[in-house]
């Protein structure tokens, strides 16, 4: 029998709607985004949970997954688009229409 519990909480001072990490996160270890609201949040993990930076990503971020190398998040916003997102500079890189109001996103491993 496993019996499975909450462990500590982490208040990233947004409503969550999705979140994806980096495994890698460089010299700060691992790394996760928070998307909600209008904004992504980082959370490192390093040493204990530690709330980093929050990016305004426009209207409703819904969902967010990490492109590999971890420095381009893509985000189904709520609108008709999914964004990619600069990690580092906090910038859109560029918009995709996909029509709807998209409501989770994943990027699939590239093919070898």
């Known amino acids: 029998l496993v019996t499975l519990r909450a462990s500590t909480s982490v208040n990233v001072g947004?409503?969550?709607t999705g979140i994806a990490t980096?495994?890698?996160?460089?010299?700060?270890g691992p790394v996760a985004w928070v998307s909600g609201g209008s904004s992504?949040?980082?959370?490192?993990?390093?040493?204990r949970p530690i709330v980093g930076r929050t990016i305004p990503v426009g209207h409703l971020a819904e969902a967010v997954a990490i492109a590999?190398?971890?420095?381009?998040?893509?985000?189904?916003?709520?609108?008709?688009?999914v964004t990619a997102v600069d990690l580092d500079t906090g910038r859109d890189l560029d918009s995709v229409r996909v029509g709807g109001r998209p409501s989770a996103i994943a990027i699939p491993p590239p093919i070898d």
């Open 40 to 47: 992504l949040v980082s959370v490192s993990f390093a040493a």
């Open 68 to 81: 590999r190398g971890g420095a381009t998040a893509w985000v189904a916003d709520g609108d008709p688009y």
């Open 22 to 28: 980096d495994s890698e996160g460089g010299g700060s």
């Open 14 to 16: 947004i409503p969550p």
